[in-house]
């Protein structure tokens, strides 16, 4: 937990190599320790030591990542901004994703050069191979001269727009990398008097100087203006703005329009078809040199965008941010249009399609053997080139697929199938450029829907010194859900920070990359949580923990190093001796996961144990919170008594944090075991807390346990307690809940009002159930439209739960209304849902229907639905109901069968009905034994209706056979 | 319309002058972020990022180095901030502490922010 009062502030980094990104602590003295102060991760560093015993145990590197916490400024949050708009340009942009794979290969040809395993690192060719060193630092000298070149004039005629000022233009210049390739273009020019400053249309230069923009226009303040040279740093982050705002101010209505058409023409420029001589489909219009250069060059594109738009008219958006996106659409489409490029979809389905092909064929070899591999669906992809793939990439939906299942684990302490560095960048990158093919121009501007940034570009890996963690933003499975290949965000760490730890490599050296060269720190959660460097050197008493907890020299470094097969041989030797009895695959110097079952029992000791030690220590600032997380393992275990006294003790701390949280869990706790007094007193101690979080929901679960006990009037207070916080997810729930105590009550009117202030909420989970329930007491007040138009909502809202149970509710009401054909689509509808709820009974329900109606198959694939879904309630009565059909039908063999079923489901009063109609079939068949049998059966049972039937219908079977004896035995 | 261009972007310059001189004259912002080395340069940083970095980098150096800087200034009694800026980089050119780092810019932004303070807290071993 935070204090709010103190804030932190912050400016950010992110590595195009790493995707690691850094918030770097300003405000503070020169000489202040640049760590913030932040509260200890407290929860990672209790399971520490437990994962970094499982990882060296299992040979998989844990990286545990808590949520940044709360405090950044609003400044800073800011610049976590700026560093989101970087990280969804280097995910997304050709340029950026092919210096990327250039980086990987550059990793993968200098471990190969020291005689390490470059397989376990993507790159750019197969995994069995590696480019030469030579041609791949040829290429990577290319792409510095790209990224950060500053060009040689051709011609120093500056070319202006119609118009405008005398105090900025173009001229044509050319990059030139140190082999002497040339790379046509243009540069930007202001004057500062009769002084001029070349603004080089370098990428790095334009990547700055829009997330800087869109950057300013999310935080809201004023856009820059260069009055004079300013810094080299002021050039970067404001020159290339500054050169478009100089040229077009006088063409645009408002300063945000003028930014919208920047940040639209940078984005255009970087859509750039970096690969576009491998696409066939372009190979005539290629060519000309000049389109080739303007179709494939970042910095010639962005200068033919600067004049091309000048004989355009200007991009023109209204107040509303979807007027604006439509207006950078037109913008880009227009530029496009008029400068005959291809259209950037297609750009972006090929680097897809592209990049795909690249990590299939760098990683495949890592999980074939373990994940399913649909061998035709593969080469139909490899074999397709990335031009034809582009115009359907559909064909590579299989591949995605697969990919996705390759970087699932099922646990933490086993590792996914495909170990290969790089790759889960790789498929992020597959992901983002199927997402811009779809024509995304919120990403052009990011601070128009920031959302989509958050929900898309989660940040992977934020370092804050020596701690990592996730993106404030959290992204939701929705979104998740609609990505080309589905890969969580915090599966991407695990690349980030073995890439950084590879960082040395590219300069020929051994040490770790995560230890900063120039501080001699190391900027590691092993050194966070005290287990210290074996690279820098450990403490008398980090040897000692380290063998204690069995992880002697592990850490990233050891894991990445033995990995590459760059670990020093006494370190191979020293670890593979120690996995000797585990499970070890192939390739050489990658170990593998150990088996898991044991791994995950001695976890459990291992964390029990831990927590133990913490909470015997005493330790105000750890001893609550190591109580609560034991109380939460305890109770997932089943130890119930031992979690009561864990969150006891807890809640007895009176950390301010900790005791609410442990107050409601004890609570809940006391009244899944009956303490129903016990849990009251716990939540009133965590409603009195006061505790923003906590309160509110303390509140609506003291409504819910209140109404249970019959204290009606306790639970509404509750309830309003609850609804009154206005928590955004506990209000619409206390309202849900006191709608339907209202309900309960036979409070109709009030019951409307609590669901309808429920649905009002818009809350995605909690309305659609509002609805249904508003429904039911709509229903109940006899207000049949009201309530068919409410369970019509609920239905329409596709809501997992609601959906059905409004169907179903819907049928049930049109049944009794008589209208049959809506009765049974609405049945339908709910058996289609697949709701482990609704569909059994409504399959029942069906059935019946259908089988008044005559329709004898329907009704049979009806109760066979009921029956299959085995629902403990349902498939008994379907059962039998089916048995009677059959019977009816004349299928007596079928009729034994089924009735056999619901006998042999035990239900309390659905099987002794189905003994004793069996009984009845077989007496009727001539099968005495087995109808005595069945007549004894169903007496046994006890069941009061049942039973006496029995008694009597055996007695007169037995009369009919004829013997005292036997009516003996029956009375 | 176009214009021809004077060539260059580089201020003229009436007199040359030394790196000293030309560090000194440099803002404190500046100066701290030419202390990134280039690897590091090129990567993505928000505004004042690269200045962030610099004051992390320089503040680690400085502790690496106090202990050669602070008797220098402690025993010297010059107020001229060129002639001291050069002292401390004869003192340090070639120190393995150094990591790297440029030396001028280095030495200027102990002048600039001021060694007092940045040796307040220093105690000679004999102390």
């Known amino acids: 937990m935070t204090e709010p009062s103190i804030e932190w502030h912050a400016e950010g980094k992110i590595s195009f190599t790493t995707l690691v990104t850094d918030l770097l602590r300003t405000g503070q003295s020169v000489l202040d320790d640049g760590s913030f ?101 040829q290429e990577k000298q290319f792409m510095s001269a790209i990224m950060e070149g500053s060009p ?87 020159g290339c703005w500054e050169v478009w705002r100089r040229m077009n101010a006088h063409r645009y209505g408002t300063e945000n329009d003028l930014a919208l058409a920047f940040l639209a023409a940078v984005d255009l420029a970087f859509s750039a078809h970096v690969l576009a001589l491998q696409d066939g489909a372009l190979k005539t219009a290629l060519e000309r040199a000049d389109y080739s250069v303007a179709v494939r060059y970042v910095h010639a594109r962005l200068g033919y965008i600067m004049l091309a738009s000048a004989a355009l008219d200007p991009l023109d958006s209204s107040d509303s941010s979807n007027e604006a996106l439509h207006a950078i659409q037109k913008f880009q489409h227009d530029c496009s249009d008029y400068l005959s490029w291809p259209d950037t979809g297609r750009t972006y389905r090929f680097m897809a399609a592209f990049l795909t092909h690249r990590l299939i064929r760098s990683s495949l070899w890592s999980f074939e053997q373990t994940v399913d591999v649909d061998k035709d669906a ?126 040395p490599v590219r300069s020929n050296q051994s040490q770790c990359g995560l230890i900063d060269p120039l501080t001699r720190t190391a900027n590691c959660y092993y050194v966070a949580s005290g287990a210290g460097c074996p690279q820098l050197g450990l403490t008398k008493a980090q040897q000692e923990r380290r063998i204690t907890e069995q992880v002697y020299d592990w850490c990233h470094w050891a894991n990445v190093s033995l ?231 609920a239905i329409d809202s596709g809501h997992a739960e609601a959906a059905p149970q409004a169907a179903y509710n819907l049928a049930l009401l049109l049944q009794t209304e008589g209208d049959a054909q809506g009765a049974k689509a609405a049945y339908q509808q709910a058996v289609d849902s697949g709701n482990a709820d609704q569909a059994p009974k409504a399959a029942v329900n069906l059935g019946l229907l259908l089988q008044t109606e005559g329709d004898v198959q329907g009704a049979k694939a009806a109760y066979q639905q009921a029956i299959d879904s085995g629902d403990a309630d349902q498939a008994p009565k379907a059962a039998y109901n089916l048995a009677l059909l059959l019977k009816q039908q004349g299928d007596l063999d079928g009729a034994k069968a089924a009735f056999q079923q619901a006998i042999d489901s035990g239900d309390a009063d659905i099987a002794p009905l189905a003994t004793i109609t069996l009984g009845l079939l077989l007496q009727g068949q001539g099968d005495v034994q087995g109808a005595k049998a069945a007549f004894q059966q169903a007496i046994d049972s006890g069941n009061a209706a049942i039973a006496p039937v029995a008694k009597i219908r055996l007695r007169q079977l037995l009369q009919d056979q004829g013997g005292a004896q036997s009516t003996k035995e029956a009375h | 319309m176009s214009i021809n261009i004077v060539e260059g972007t580089r ?71 060129v002639q001291l800026v050069t002292l401390l980089v004869a003192s340090l050119a070639g120190q393995a502490a150094l990591g790297g780092i440029p030396v001028v810019p280095f030495a200027a932004l102990m002048v600039k922010i001021g060694l007092s303070r940045l040796c307040e807290s220093w105690k000679a071993p004999d102390d």
């Open chain 1, 37 to 137: 102060p932040f509260p200890d991760a407290r929860a990672a560093q209790l399971t520490f030591w437990n994962l970094a015993h499982v990882g060296a145990e299992t040979g998989v590197d844990n990286i545990l990542l808590t949520e940044l916490p709360d405090g950044l400024s609003k400044d800073s949050l800011a610049r976590l901004f700026h560093e989101r708009v970087h990280y969804a340009q280097l995910l997304s942009y050709p340029l950026l994703q092919l210096k990327f794979l250039h980086e990987l290969e550059e990793l993968r040809a200098r471990v190969a050069q020291r005689g390490g395993e470059p397989a376990v690192i993507c790159g750019e060719t197969d995994s069995d191979r590696t480019a030469p060193l030579s041609e791949v630092l």
């Open chain 1, 152 to 238: 040689k004039v051709d011609d120093p005629d500056i070319v202006t727009i119609p118009g405008g000022g005398r105090d900025a233009g173009l001229v044509r210049a050319q990059f030139i990398d140190p082999s002497g390739r040339q790379m046509p273009g243009f540069a930007g020019v202001l004057l500062f008097g009769e002084s001029p400053l070349l603004v080089p249309f370098n990428a790095s230069n334009m990547l700055e100087s829009a997330a800087y923009v869109t950057q300013l226009l999310f935080e809201g303040a004023p856009l820059p203006r260069m009055a004079e040279k300013g810094s080299p740093s002021e050039q970067r982050y404001k």
């Open chain 1, 378 to 503: 593969l080469r139909t992809a490899l074999l397709t080139p990335p031009d034809e793939l582009a115009d359907n990439l559909d064909v590579l939906v299989p591949m995605w697929r697969m990919l996705e299942a390759s970087f699932h684990s099922s646990t933490p302490d086993v590792g996914s199938p495909n170990y290969v560095i790089g790759s889960r960048l790789l498929a992020k990158m597959i992901a983002s450029s199927v997402f811009r093919g779809s024509d995304q121009p919120a990403l052009a501007a990011p601070h128009l829907q920031p959302q989509t940034l958050r929900e898309y570009f989660q940040l992977p890996c934020v370092r804050v010194g020596d701690q990592y963690y996730m993106d404030t933003a959290v992204g939701s499975l929705e979104s998740l859900a609609r990505q080309a290949i589905r890969i969580p965000t915090i599966n991407l760490s695990v690349d980030c920070i073995q890439l950084a730890i590879l960082e």
């Open chain 1, 563 to 793: 990995w590459t097969a760059l670990a020093p041989d006494s370190l191979q030797l020293e670890w593979r001796e120690r996995w000797r009895t585990t499970q070890i695959n192939q390739p050489s110097g990658a170990p593998q996961a150990a088996a898991y079952l044991g791994v995950v029992q001695k976890y459990a000791q291992r964390v029990k144990a831990a927590f133990q030690r913490a909470i015997d220590s005493g330790d105000a600032s750890i001893a609550p919170l190591a109580a609560y997380d034991l109380g939460l393992l305890l109770e997932s275990q089943g130890d119930a008594q031992g979690a009561r006294a864990a969150f006891q003790r807890a809640t007895d701390s009176g950390d301010a944090s900790i005791a609410p949280l442990a107050a409601y869990n004890l609570r809940v706790l006391l009244e899944s075991h009956g303490d129903a007094q016990g849990a009251r007193a716990a939540f009133q101690r965590a409603i009195d807390s006061g505790d923003a979080a906590i309160a509110p929901l303390a509140a609506e679960s003291l409504g819910l346990l209140l109404g249970y006990q019959g204290d009606m009037q306790g639970a509404r207070a509750a309830f309003q307690r609850a609804i009154d916080s206005g928590d955004a997810a506990i209000a619409p729930l206390a309202a849900f809940g006191l709608g339907r105590l209202l309900g309960y009550q036979g409070d109709l009117q009030g019951a409307r009002a609590a669901f309808q202030r429920a649905i009002d909420s818009g809350d995605a989970a909690i309305a659609p159930l509002a609805t249904v329930n508003l429904g039911l007491a709509l229903h109940h007040q006899g207000d049949a439209q009201g309530a068919k138009a409410a369970y019509q909502q």
């Open chain 2, 11 to 81: 201020p003229s310059m009436t007199e040359p002058k030394n790196d000293v001189e030309i560090s000194l004259s440099t803002s404190q912002d500046e100066l701290f972020a030419s202390l990134v080395p280039a690897s590091e340069r090129a990567e993505l940083y928000s505004f004042d990022g690269l200045v962030a970095r610099g004051r992390a980098i320089f503040r680690g150096t400085f502790l690496s180095v106090q202990q050669i800087v602070c008797p220098i200034y402690k025993k010297s009694d010059m107020d001229d901030e």
